[in-house]
């Protein structure tokens, strides 16, 4: 994915890397977008949240973690941050947990990508991983249907002015 960069060293009110996902007038319900601040103020992640379901919980929310990001850190079985925001945007509060992971080849144009396809204890939640060249990690969790081939496709960078606080 070499056309993913950092972006200007200037600080942003926004993230200072690329967000990868879904352009929003390509989908056809609610999205929402949030972004997780450090202390310092900097960007430590941009998770998008896309609701198909009329305001009934999403259908899918995607995230871009930089390096160094604390919501990385996971412990052993723990699911991704994306995963746990989906299941809290749904209102369960069982407990999941990451069973099983397999790692399996994507083309992406001409980019290849090695997608870590992860098994949860909830099986109505699809969530898959890759990284990017750029040393951000992208999440997507999906509710109540599978993550295909076909959805890599539709993942873009998304302008800087969409995240942009004023």
């Not at 305001?55 to 990001?69: F, H, V, W, Y």
Request: charged share 25%; net charge negative; glycine share 10%.
């Amino acid at each position: 994915m070499s056309f993913l960069r950092r972006r200007s060293p200037a600080t942003p009110a926004g993230p200072d890397f690329d967000v990868l996902a879904m352009d929003p007038g390509d989908w056809p319900g609610n999205l929402g977008a949030g972004l997780l601040p450090a202390p310092d103020g900097t960007c430590q992640g941009v998770f998008l949240r896309y609701d198909l379901f009329g305001g009934r919980g999403p259908a899918m929310i995607i995230g871009n973690l930089p390096e160094g990001s604390p919501a990385r850190d996971l412990a052993e079985g723990q699911i991704p941050f994306e995963a746990a925001q989906l299941l809290a945007a749904l209102d369960m509060d069982e407990h999941v947990e990451v069973v099983e992971t397999e790692d399996v080849p994507v083309m992406q144009g001409d980019n290849l990508l090695i997608v870590r396809r992860l098994k949860l204890t909830e099986s109505r939640i699809s969530c898959v991983q890759f990284d990017r060249s750029d040393d951000v990690l992208v999440t997507i969790a999906s509710w109540d249907r599978p993550i295909t081939d076909d959805l890599y496709a539709l993942l873009k960078p998304l302008p800087a002015e969409l995240f942009q606080q004023g």
